[in-house]
C-alpha cells in the first residue's frame, strides 16, 4: 500500500505525529472524500475480507464501500501512521428502535491519551473521534456522545431534534480481527434481510452536509435544509460520476 497515494486520495500531503488533531484531520478528510456505497453488492461483485483489494478499490479506483472496507483500508492507514488502533465489532440499531443482528458492523478503536471510537465507515454519523467517556462532542452532521452500557458495551448516540439521544449503534470494544468479521460480510453482501441488498445506496460528507444516492432519490442536506429529487435511471450514471466520482462502467 502506497501511504502517499492513499493521503492524496483523502486530499492530505504528509502526516507527521500521531496525536489527536492528526486523526481528527484524517477522519475527517476521509470521510469528505471517499463515498460510503453498496455498488458492489448491487452488481454481485463479491468483496473479500483482504485489505490489497479494498487499497486498489478505494485509492486506485477512486471507489468507496461499505464498513468493513472503509474501516479495514483506514485502520491499516493508521497503523503504517503508528497510530495504536484495533477492531471492533457493533450491533445497529434501527430508526425504529428495532435491533439488527447481532455484531454486524465493523467500527476501530484508537488509543491515545485514552481510547477514542472512530469510524469512517457508517454513512451519515460523527466525523470526529469520540472519547468513551459520554463527553458530548458537535459536528456539522450533529451532536454526539458515547455512553457506557455496562463493562465494555458502549453505545454511539446522536441528539435528535427532540432533544433525545438515540442510539445509532452499540458496539463491544473487545479487540478484534478484520478475519472475525467473515460471516457478517457474507451476510451482509449476500441475505434478503441485509440493508445493503435492497437498493443502490451511495453517500458522501460534504463541507456542509452530505449527499446522498438512495434508490433513485438523490438527497442533498445543506446547513440542516434537505432536497430531494428523483433521478431517471438513464441519469444514474452521470450523477455517480458528478457527485461521487465513480465511474459506472467499472461495475459492468
Partial sequence: MDITRYLQRIGLKEIEDANYDTLLQLQLQHMLHVPFENLNVMYN?????DVENYY???????????????????????????????????????PDGTWAKPGLHASLIVELDQPYLVDVGFGDSTRMPL???????????????????????????????????????????????????????????????SHFTQKEIVSLATLNGRITLSGDTLITTEEGEVQKIAVDEDDQSSILDECFGIKLEQLL
Avoid at 164 to 175: G, K, S
Fill in 131 to 193: 472519547p468513551l467517556t459520554g463527553e458530548i462532542r458537535e459536528d456539522v452532521s450533529g451532536v454526539y456522545r458515547v455512553a457506557k452500557v455496562k463493562e465494555k458495551i458502549f453505545d454511539l448516540q446522536r441528539k435528535e431534534s427532540d432533544h433525545r439521544w438515540r442510539t445509532l449503534f452499540r458496539a463491544d470494544i473487545t479487540p478484534r480481527e478484520l478475519t472475525d468479521f467473515k460471516e457478517a460480510c457474507h451476510f451482509n453482501q449476500n441475505s434478503p434481510e
Fill in 56 to 94: 486498489k478499490k478505494i485509492v486506485l479506483e477512486q471507489r468507496g464501500g461499505f464498513c468493513y472496507e472503509l474501516n479495514g483500508l483506514f485502520n491499516s492507514l493508521l497503523k503504517n501512521l503508528d497510530f495504536n488502533t484495533y477492531f471492533i465489532s457493533a450491533t445497529v440499531k434501527r
Fill in 45 to 49: 461483485i463479491p468483496i473479500p475480507l
